[in-house]
């Protein structure tokens, strides 16, 4: 296998792992002001900087990967709700992790990014930037 098949099947994957990257990078950055300079308890940080991270992916993905023009609120509409779910799992995450294991809350948020990246991907590929059918 060359390695232009292997982009050419798996370009939507490599591109949504680029812009995933960057949106978790601001993420973290927020998340990270917010507990450790603004103070504030690590959910609703978490809160607040899923929701950045959520509009900046949006953007990114429905531009620039996936390359979808129409039904944007619709499309929102489903990314919100598939973020929503995320911030659901990382909350999750990071309550586990810093109340019950102890971990630091830098290091839960970074456990909790990784854990859900994929699944919000699978279900922005198939749902929300899945082809429309005319």
Not at 104 to 114: Q, R
């Amino acid at each position: 296998m060359s390695l232009k098949y292997l982009y050419y099947k798996f370009h939507h994957l490599i591109l949504y792992g680029a812009i995933g990257c960057c949106a978790s990078g601001l993420d973290f950055l927020v998340y990270s002001f917010l507990v450790q300079i603004g103070g504030q308890h690590y959910i609703i940080s978490n809160c607040i900087s899923v929701l950045v991270g959520i509009a900046t992916s949006f953007t990114l993905n429905r531009n620039y990967n996936f390359k979808v023009k129409d039904k944007i609120k619709k499309r929102f509409s489903i990314f919100l709700i598939v973020g929503l779910c995320g911030m659901f799992l990382s909350n999750t995450i990071l309550w586990v992790c810093i109340e019950k294991l102890l971990f630091s809350k830098l290091v839960s948020k970074v456990l909790s990014i990784v854990l859900v990246v994929f699944f919000q991907f699978l279900l922005n590929k198939y749902f929300t930037f899945s082809p429309s059918k005319k």
